[in-house]
């Protein structure tokens, strides 16, 4: 599996706008740069004239640059080394690779080796999820972390004292990757499995289960999310604008979830429900 990095250079008040347009077209990692981001999305479903439809109806607003290059699977690890600092969630979460140096006296120290799996704690996302974990006990709770990516919020469930983690993705790399970060933090999961929510068909109940998708996905899966979440269980969801909140909200309350908590970021939602 390769992937395509787009590098595009446009104006400061038109990046957040593209970032948030190019995750409609299934782009999947975004870093910024100095003149604009970086972009990321596997080759196989990468539709070229889509894009440039996308940056045309654009560049009648503002200006617009971009370069495309192939990376082969094999020279990710280099790809992101290049731009990978390490990250602090205020005074309490520290996210770093193997290459950094280590943080002792940070009372949650995650190490993370992304390669090309999504949730590095960069992108506002995953940095919120983190931040919100916090507010919710997880000692001796059993934790599902669906569509885990890199694996790092179910990682942070097991530091916060979880009695056991377990983890989904449609990804082959990401379950491979989420095996690997588990392993430099001395975790076990319960599994990491592979495949769609409906697929996998589960059935036991968790007391928190985590979700950073997108809009679409969180709609589509939310009822199973609900079925099994256990009663006063607590449902962590981002990946989603804040334009896209009512909705999520309208359908979280159908199924008898209320809102706890949410928070912000460059529109970026995350969402803390409970079952009641």
């Not at 970086?38 to 560049?59: D, G, S």
């Not at 097991?158 to 983690?165: I, N």
């Not at 009822?223 to 962590?236: I, Q, R, S, T, V």
Request: glycine fraction near 6%.
């Amino acid at each position: 599996m390769d992937f395509i990095q787009i590098n595009v250079h446009c104006d400061p008040p038109f990046r957040e706008i593209l970032i948030a347009e190019m995750g409609e077209l299934d782009f999947e990692t975004f870093m910024d740069t100095e003149v604009g981001f970086e972009a990321y999305i596997q080759e196989e479903i990468f539709n070229h004239p889509a894009l440039q439809t996308l940056f045309n109806r654009y560049r009648k607003q503002t200006r617009i640059w971009y370069e495309l290059k192939k990376i082969p699977k094999e020279n990710w690890n280099e790809e992101w080394e290049k731009n990978y600092d390490p990250i602090a969630v205020g005074d309490q979460i520290y996210v770093r690779a193997t290459f950094h140096e280590a943080k002792p006296d940070v009372p949650y120290e995650i190490i993370i080796n992304p390669q090309m799996s999504f949730g590095t704690g960069h992108h506002e996302t995953t940095h919120q999820l983190l931040a919100l974990q916090l507010d919710v006990d997880h000692k001796g709770k059993k934790v599902l972390d669906v569509g885990s990516g890199t694996g790092i919020l179910a990682i942070m469930a097991a530091k916060l004292g979880a009695k056991s983690v377990a983890a989904t993705d449609i990804d082959d790399w990401c379950i491979e990757n989420a095996l690997e970060n588990f392993g430099l933090n001395n975790i076990e999961a319960e599994f990491v499995k592979q495949g769609t929510i409906h697929e996998l068909g589960l059935k036991d109940q968790y007391e928190i289960i985590l979700a950073n998708i997108n809009t679409h996905v969180l709609l589509d899966e939310m009822a199973e999310y609900n079925k099994l979440l256990a009663d006063k269980g607590h449902l962590f969801l981002s990946g989603f604008y804040e334009m896209d909140k009512p909705q999520i909200l309208a359908l979280a309350t159908e199924l008898g979830l209320k809102e706890v908590k949410s928070t912000t970021e460059k529109n970026w939602v995350a969402l803390l429900l409970e079952k009641v």
